[in-house]
């Protein structure tokens, strides 16, 4: 609800999107990705909308900690959003880089597709 284009809100949707996944909120994630929507994992591995929304579905009721997000760099061109960042999973030194890309699309943005990236150290 209230999206713009604009950067402010690709940040607050990228944080929504996040706490969403640590929740179980899969009705979110429904609404924010595509139908088509494809990830590749830091593993190379590539999933689909089924096993993001299976993924989120396991942390239900686990009330996991919510961290600190990291804020995201976002691109605009057009009617299409790129957040990219660097995030680092919680109680481990991996490093991650992470991009997601959103298409606005009939008055709000989706996310199409995403990919991470291990660093190696």
């Known amino acids: ?22 929740r179980g ?21 590539v999933v689909f909308l089924p096993d993001e929304l299976d993924l989120a579905r396991n942390n239900q009721g686990k009330n996991l900690p ?11 061109h057009g009617n299409v959003a790129v957040a990219y960042g660097t995030s680092t999973s919680q ?9 997601d890309y ?6 709000a943005w989706h996310a199409f597709f995403a990919q991470q990236t291990s660093v190696d150290k």
């Open 25 to 45: 909120d899969t009705a979110f994630e429904q609404c924010l990705l595509t139908r088509d929507f494809r990830e590749i994992l830091r593993t190379g591995k």
């Open 1 to 22: 609800m209230h999206e713009q284009r604009d950067v402010a809100t690709i940040e607050r949707l990228e944080n929504e999107w996040s706490l969403a996944y640590l």
């Open 66 to 76: 919510l961290p600190t997000l990291p804020k995201p760099t976002v691109m605009l």
């Open 102 to 107: 959103y298409l606005w699309e009939d008055g």
């Open 91 to 99: 109680g481990k030194t991996r490093e991650t880089h992470y991009a």
